[in-house]
């Protein structure tokens, strides 16, 4: 749970980073940040998948 | 008994009323002894407590030197410091997302109505990139909600409606 906060941590700075861009009126590439938060949630989505065991 | 000065519903283990905008909200669930509780309480308790307040279900009273009661407004209840009275307080934090979902599911559908249609891609850039930061900023915000930072949470929804106007018509829902 601790490398999951801190990894959730990362996403929000990464996130604020977006936003400032995006005010300046920048259209940002937001891959990286998409695939963190992905990788967030993968553990909650394979506890609740019927297919892993 | 729960006091909100907003137009609500109550039942017995729940209260229901509409939030028209998203954001950040606390309720205060405010809870006082009842008159059965006032009738039996022995002067030994009274003594306990600097001032006495009680309901019976409709309105409010405090106890006054002499040992009666008056009736008291809901506002002093809520402004009041607690301590040393009868009253309880209990806080809940709310962070309300829905206008936000309802927008993300607008954007989705509209990408995939049009790609049904049409199959260019290119066309939806635009669409494509509003669904991605909206997809984003509900995960960031719903991290900040479980790290109890409310108030950047809230931060970062005005920042973000403020940028782009993505979701302009949904910033303001009716459930």
Known sequence: MVALDELKGKAIQEYDKLLRELRKGKRPKYDFLMNLICYIGLPARLDNSDFVE | MDV?????????????????????????????????????????????????????GEKVYKQVKGGSLVECTVKEILERNIEGTTIQKCRVDIFYTAGLQNC?????????????????????????????????????????????????????????QKCGGYCKDFSKTKP
């Open chain 2, 104 to 160: 993300y599911i607008w954007y989705c559908k509209q990408i995939f109505d049009g790609l049904l249609n049409t199959c260019e891609r290119n066309k939806y850039n635009d669409y494509i990139f509003a669904r991605d930061m909206i997809w984003m900023t509900l995960n960031i915000i719903d991290y900040l909600v479980g790290f109890k930072q409310y108030l950047e949470a809230q931060r970062i929804l005005e920042m973000f």
């Open chain 2, 4 to 56: 909100l000065l907003d137009k609500h519903e109550e039942d017995i283990d729940s209260v229901t009323f509409n939030v028209e905008e998203d954001g950040y909200y606390t309720v205060d669930h405010i809870i006082l002894p009842n008159m059965k509780w006032y009738e039996n309480a022995t002067t030994e308790y009274f003594e306990y407590y600097d001032v006495v307040y009680v309901t019976d």
